[in-house]
Protein backbone atom coordinates (compact mmCIF):
# COMPACT_ATOMS: atom_id res chain seq x y z
CA UNK A 1 0.00 0.00 0.00
CA UNK A 2 1.44 3.55 -0.68
CA UNK A 3 -1.08 5.56 1.26
CA UNK A 4 -2.86 5.82 4.31
CA UNK A 5 -5.41 8.50 4.22
CA UNK A 6 -6.29 8.99 7.91
CA UNK A 7 -9.50 11.15 8.88
CA UNK A 8 -10.41 12.06 12.69
CA UNK A 9 -13.67 12.59 12.67
CA UNK A 10 -15.85 14.22 16.10
CA UNK A 11 -19.20 14.74 14.69
CA UNK A 12 -18.76 15.98 11.13
CA UNK A 13 -21.14 13.89 9.53
CA UNK A 14 -21.85 16.32 6.99
CA UNK A 15 -18.57 17.50 6.02
CA UNK A 16 -17.32 13.98 6.08
CA UNK A 17 -19.65 12.94 3.53
CA UNK A 18 -18.61 15.05 0.87
CA UNK A 19 -14.57 14.35 2.12
CA UNK A 20 -15.36 10.42 1.86
CA UNK A 21 -17.30 10.96 -1.25
CA UNK A 22 -14.46 12.74 -3.20
CA UNK A 23 -12.24 9.84 -2.16
CA UNK A 24 -14.37 6.81 -2.73
CA UNK A 25 -14.24 8.54 -6.27
CA UNK A 26 -10.09 8.36 -7.08
CA UNK A 27 -9.21 5.51 -9.13
CA UNK A 28 -5.59 6.48 -9.80
CA UNK A 29 -2.97 4.02 -11.23
CA UNK A 30 -0.08 6.15 -10.09
CA UNK A 31 -0.84 5.27 -5.86
CA UNK A 32 -2.65 2.43 -4.25
CA UNK A 33 -4.20 4.14 -1.00
CA UNK A 34 -6.41 2.73 1.71
CA UNK A 35 -9.08 5.24 3.76
CA UNK A 36 -9.19 4.78 7.77
CA UNK A 37 -11.84 7.14 9.72
CA UNK A 38 -11.37 7.41 13.35
CA UNK A 39 -14.42 8.73 14.91
CA UNK A 40 -13.47 10.27 18.29
CA UNK A 41 -16.20 8.83 20.17
CA UNK A 42 -19.35 11.14 18.39
CA UNK A 43 -21.96 9.05 20.63
CA UNK A 44 -24.76 10.37 18.36
CA UNK A 45 -25.36 7.33 16.43
CA UNK A 46 -23.78 7.94 13.02
CA UNK A 47 -21.00 5.87 13.55
CA UNK A 48 -22.54 2.50 12.11
CA UNK A 49 -24.60 4.38 9.69
CA UNK A 50 -21.15 5.81 7.92
CA UNK A 51 -19.54 2.33 8.16
CA UNK A 52 -22.26 0.44 6.49
CA UNK A 53 -22.44 3.16 3.74
CA UNK A 54 -18.96 3.05 3.18
CA UNK A 55 -17.67 -0.74 3.30
CA UNK A 56 -14.64 -0.03 1.21
CA UNK A 57 -13.28 1.76 4.10
CA UNK A 58 -11.67 1.42 7.55
CA UNK A 59 -14.07 2.29 10.63
CA UNK A 60 -12.20 2.49 13.66
CA UNK A 61 -14.65 3.86 17.14
CA UNK A 62 -12.15 5.38 20.12
CA UNK A 63 -13.54 4.12 23.17
CA UNK A 64 -13.66 8.37 24.28
CA UNK A 65 -12.74 12.04 23.15
CA UNK A 66 -9.18 12.09 23.91
CA UNK A 67 -8.15 14.32 20.95
CA UNK A 68 -6.96 14.60 17.40
CA UNK A 69 -3.27 13.44 18.10
CA UNK A 70 -4.71 10.26 19.59
CA UNK A 71 -6.56 9.68 17.05
CA UNK A 72 -4.35 10.03 14.49
CA UNK A 73 -2.56 7.78 16.25
CA UNK A 74 -4.80 5.09 16.39
CA UNK A 75 -5.55 5.42 12.89
CA UNK A 76 -1.91 4.66 12.17
CA UNK A 77 -2.03 1.82 14.25
CA UNK A 78 -4.22 0.46 11.87
CA UNK A 79 -2.84 1.35 8.32
CA UNK A 80 -0.46 -0.16 5.85
CA UNK A 81 0.88 2.48 3.84
CA UNK A 82 4.02 3.70 3.34
CA UNK A 83 3.40 7.05 3.73
CA UNK A 84 0.70 8.76 5.85
CA UNK A 85 -1.88 11.09 4.65
CA UNK A 86 -4.21 12.92 7.16
CA UNK A 87 -7.04 14.72 6.65
CA UNK A 88 -9.63 16.68 8.41
CA UNK A 89 -13.30 15.38 7.52
CA UNK A 90 -14.07 18.98 6.08
CA UNK A 91 -11.18 18.76 3.36
CA UNK A 92 -12.26 17.33 -0.67
CA UNK A 93 -9.08 15.91 -1.92
CA UNK A 94 -8.17 14.66 -5.68
CA UNK A 95 -6.16 12.48 -7.03
CA UNK A 96 -3.80 14.84 -8.76
CA UNK A 97 -2.99 16.27 -4.81
CA UNK A 98 -2.34 13.24 -3.21
CA UNK A 99 -0.09 12.07 -6.30
CA UNK A 100 2.03 15.33 -6.17
CA UNK A 101 2.28 15.61 -2.49
CA UNK A 102 3.17 11.51 -2.29
CA UNK A 103 6.04 12.14 -4.84
CA UNK A 104 7.22 15.39 -2.98
CA UNK A 105 7.70 13.25 0.47
CA UNK A 106 9.84 10.79 -1.34
CA UNK A 107 12.14 12.76 -2.87
CA UNK A 108 12.80 14.94 0.51
CA UNK A 109 15.04 14.47 3.32
CA UNK A 110 14.14 12.24 5.81
CA UNK A 111 11.87 13.24 8.60
CA UNK A 112 10.00 15.59 5.91
CA UNK A 113 6.48 16.64 6.29
CA UNK A 114 4.44 18.02 3.19
CA UNK A 115 0.99 20.01 2.32
CA UNK A 116 -0.06 22.08 -0.21
CA UNK A 117 -2.18 24.64 -0.91
CA UNK A 118 -5.95 25.01 0.74
CA UNK A 119 -8.56 26.98 -0.74
CA UNK A 120 -12.34 27.29 0.78
CA UNK A 121 -15.08 26.32 -1.48
CA UNK A 122 -15.26 30.31 -1.94
CA UNK A 123 -12.15 30.55 -4.15
CA UNK A 124 -9.94 31.93 -1.37
CA UNK A 125 -7.03 30.39 -0.33
CA UNK A 126 -5.84 29.96 3.63
CA UNK A 127 -2.17 30.60 5.16
CA UNK A 128 -2.38 27.65 7.43
CA UNK A 129 1.04 27.54 7.98
CA UNK A 130 3.02 29.79 10.34
CA UNK A 131 5.99 30.39 12.59
CA UNK A 132 7.07 29.04 15.71
CA UNK A 133 6.30 30.77 18.95
CA UNK A 134 8.16 33.14 20.27
CA UNK A 135 8.68 36.00 23.08
CA UNK A 136 6.60 38.75 20.61
CA UNK A 137 3.93 36.45 18.90
CA UNK A 138 2.09 34.74 22.20
CA UNK A 139 -1.43 36.71 21.96
CA UNK A 140 -3.72 38.09 19.35
CA UNK A 141 -2.52 41.61 20.53
CA UNK A 142 1.48 41.05 20.45
CA UNK A 143 0.93 39.38 16.44
CA UNK A 144 -1.12 42.08 15.84
CA UNK A 145 1.88 44.95 17.37
CA UNK A 146 4.46 42.75 15.13
CA UNK A 147 2.32 42.67 11.97
CA UNK A 148 2.50 46.25 12.25
CA UNK A 149 6.50 46.36 12.89
CA UNK A 150 7.80 43.44 10.84
CA UNK A 151 4.84 43.23 8.52
CA UNK A 152 2.43 39.92 8.04
CA UNK A 153 3.71 36.84 9.35
CA UNK A 154 3.09 34.90 6.51
CA UNK A 155 5.09 36.85 4.27
CA UNK A 156 8.14 35.94 6.40
CA UNK A 157 8.24 32.82 5.28
CA UNK A 158 10.65 31.59 3.11
CA UNK A 159 8.88 30.53 -0.39
CA UNK A 160 10.16 30.11 -4.16
CA UNK A 161 8.03 29.70 -7.49
CA UNK A 162 7.16 26.00 -6.12
CA UNK A 163 7.39 25.44 -2.56
CA UNK A 164 6.33 27.47 0.56
CA UNK A 165 9.01 26.68 3.53
CA UNK A 166 6.86 27.29 7.26
CA UNK A 167 7.96 26.67 10.71
CA UNK A 168 5.02 24.30 10.77
CA UNK A 169 1.68 23.43 8.82
CA UNK A 170 -1.42 22.64 9.98
CA UNK A 171 -2.43 19.13 10.55
CA UNK A 172 -5.78 19.45 8.56
CA UNK A 173 -3.31 17.89 5.20
CA UNK A 174 -0.07 16.36 6.69
CA UNK A 175 1.77 14.21 4.62
CA UNK A 176 4.81 12.03 5.71
CA UNK A 177 6.69 8.76 5.52
CA UNK A 178 5.82 6.00 8.05
CA UNK A 179 9.72 5.50 8.61
CA UNK A 180 9.50 9.13 9.44
CA UNK A 181 6.17 8.67 11.73
CA UNK A 182 7.85 5.97 14.00
CA UNK A 183 11.10 7.93 14.23
CA UNK A 184 8.99 10.60 15.48
CA UNK A 185 7.22 8.85 17.70
CA UNK A 186 3.91 10.19 16.30
CA UNK A 187 1.93 12.53 17.27
CA UNK A 188 2.00 14.00 21.11
CA UNK A 189 -1.63 12.54 22.47
CA UNK A 190 -0.65 15.25 25.45
CA UNK A 191 -2.17 17.74 23.49
CA UNK A 192 -6.03 17.67 23.15
CA UNK A 193 -6.42 19.98 20.17
CA UNK A 194 -4.31 22.64 18.83
CA UNK A 195 -0.54 22.63 18.38
CA UNK A 196 -0.14 18.76 18.17
CA UNK A 197 1.08 19.86 13.90
CA UNK A 198 3.01 22.53 15.66
CA UNK A 199 5.04 19.83 17.96
CA UNK A 200 5.35 17.21 15.38
CA UNK A 201 6.89 20.15 12.64
CA UNK A 202 8.98 21.14 15.67
CA UNK A 203 10.38 17.50 16.54
CA UNK A 204 10.41 16.68 12.53
CA UNK A 205 12.85 20.15 11.96
CA UNK A 206 14.83 18.81 14.65
CA UNK A 207 15.61 15.60 13.43
CA UNK A 208 16.55 17.03 10.45
CA UNK A 209 13.56 17.10 8.08
CA UNK A 210 11.77 19.76 5.90
CA UNK A 211 8.44 21.02 5.99
CA UNK A 212 7.10 22.25 2.76
CA UNK A 213 4.00 23.61 1.50
CA UNK A 214 3.50 22.21 -2.06
CA UNK A 215 1.92 25.14 -4.68
CA UNK A 216 0.89 22.99 -7.24
CA UNK A 217 -1.35 21.19 -5.43
CA UNK A 218 -4.66 22.39 -3.76
CA UNK A 219 -7.06 20.45 -1.45
CA UNK A 220 -10.47 22.27 -0.77
CA UNK A 221 -10.99 22.88 2.92
CA UNK A 222 -14.15 24.28 4.76
CA UNK A 223 -12.00 25.43 7.72
CA UNK A 224 -14.01 25.50 11.03
CA UNK A 225 -17.34 23.17 10.01
CA UNK A 226 -16.61 20.68 12.50
CA UNK A 227 -15.77 23.11 16.00
CA UNK A 228 -17.45 26.22 15.09
CA UNK A 229 -21.41 25.40 16.14
CA UNK A 230 -22.19 27.22 18.95
CA UNK A 231 -20.89 29.73 21.89
CA UNK A 232 -19.99 26.84 23.99
CA UNK A 233 -18.14 24.71 21.46
CA UNK A 234 -16.52 28.32 20.58
CA UNK A 235 -15.07 29.43 24.14
CA UNK A 236 -13.99 25.55 24.25
CA UNK A 237 -11.66 25.77 20.93
CA UNK A 238 -10.48 29.42 22.48
CA UNK A 239 -9.38 27.89 25.92
CA UNK A 240 -7.84 24.64 24.07
CA UNK A 241 -5.41 26.90 22.09
CA UNK A 242 -4.40 28.92 24.56
CA UNK A 243 -3.60 25.49 27.13
CA UNK A 244 -1.96 24.14 23.92
CA UNK A 245 0.48 26.97 23.69
CA UNK A 246 1.16 26.53 26.93
CA UNK A 247 2.32 22.70 26.71
CA UNK A 248 4.06 23.50 23.70
CA UNK A 249 6.28 25.90 25.64
CA UNK A 250 6.80 23.65 28.44
CA UNK A 251 8.02 21.22 25.71
CA UNK A 252 9.72 22.82 23.87
CA UNK A 253 11.77 26.13 25.86
CA UNK A 254 13.82 26.36 28.72
CA UNK A 255 15.21 29.00 31.40
CA UNK A 256 14.65 32.17 31.54
CA UNK A 257 12.79 32.32 28.33
CA UNK A 258 10.50 29.81 29.17
CA UNK A 259 9.10 31.22 32.63
CA UNK A 260 8.31 34.60 31.05
CA UNK A 261 6.57 33.16 27.92
CA UNK A 262 4.03 30.87 30.59
CA UNK A 263 4.10 33.66 33.17
CA UNK A 264 3.23 36.57 30.44
CA UNK A 265 0.56 34.29 29.29
CA UNK A 266 -1.14 33.44 32.72
CA UNK A 267 -0.81 36.99 33.39
CA UNK A 268 -2.33 38.18 30.23
CA UNK A 269 -5.74 35.57 30.09
CA UNK A 270 -6.49 36.34 33.96
CA UNK A 271 -5.75 40.06 34.31
CA UNK A 272 -6.37 41.36 30.87
CA UNK A 273 -9.20 39.00 30.30
CA UNK A 274 -11.27 39.91 33.32
CA UNK A 275 -13.28 42.85 32.70
CA UNK A 276 -14.25 41.24 29.09
CA UNK A 277 -15.19 37.91 31.78
CA UNK A 278 -17.68 39.77 33.62
CA UNK A 279 -19.15 41.93 30.77
CA UNK A 280 -19.93 38.38 29.64
CA UNK A 281 -21.49 37.53 32.90
CA UNK A 282 -23.80 40.47 32.66
CA UNK A 283 -23.93 41.00 29.45
CA UNK A 284 -24.88 37.10 28.52
CA UNK A 285 -26.85 37.51 25.10
CA UNK A 286 -23.77 39.76 23.45
CA UNK A 287 -22.62 36.58 21.76
CA UNK A 288 -18.97 37.43 21.65
CA UNK A 289 -18.54 38.70 25.38
CA UNK A 290 -20.44 35.56 26.47
CA UNK A 291 -17.90 33.51 24.58
CA UNK A 292 -15.39 35.54 26.32
CA UNK A 293 -16.72 34.44 29.87
CA UNK A 294 -16.61 31.30 29.41
CA UNK A 295 -13.24 31.09 27.58
CA UNK A 296 -12.03 32.42 31.02
CA UNK A 297 -13.82 30.25 33.52
CA UNK A 298 -11.79 26.97 31.04
CA UNK A 299 -8.51 28.70 31.43
CA UNK A 300 -9.00 30.16 35.51
CA UNK A 301 -9.93 26.16 36.16
CA UNK A 302 -6.89 25.06 33.71
CA UNK A 303 -4.51 27.17 36.21
CA UNK A 304 -5.85 26.19 39.17
CA UNK A 305 -5.03 22.53 38.12
CA UNK A 306 -1.76 23.41 36.71
CA UNK A 307 -0.49 24.46 39.69
CA UNK A 308 -2.24 22.02 41.83
CA UNK A 309 -0.92 18.94 39.96
CA UNK A 310 2.09 20.79 38.26
CA UNK A 311 1.10 19.97 34.82
CA UNK A 312 0.25 21.84 32.18
CA UNK A 313 -1.17 18.83 29.66
CA UNK A 314 -4.71 19.34 29.31
CA UNK A 315 -7.37 17.65 31.62
CA UNK A 316 -9.30 16.59 28.47
CA UNK A 317 -5.93 14.10 27.17
CA UNK A 318 -5.94 10.92 27.84
CA UNK A 319 -2.49 11.49 29.75
CA UNK A 320 -3.61 13.83 31.96
CA UNK A 321 -2.66 12.42 36.03
CA UNK A 322 -5.00 15.09 37.67
Known amino acids: ?190 YWMYFEDVDLCFRARQKGGEVVVLKSAIIEHNHGGTTRINKKVAALTKSCVNISRHLFISKHETGFKAVYMQCFLVINHLLLGILPAIMGVLLFFVGSLNVMSRTYGHLFKYYLNAARFRTWISPRSKNYKG
Open 1 to 190: MDVSIIIVNYRGWPSLVKCLGALSAIADSRFSMEIIVVDNNSDDGMFNQFRKNYPDFIFIEDEGNFGFGHGCNLGASKSSGQYLLFLNPDTIASADAIFEMLSEVKSRKPNSIVSCLQQNKNGSFEKPYKRFLSPSTLTGWMRAINRVIAGEESKLVPQTDQYIYPDWVSGSVFMLGRSAYDDLCGWDDD
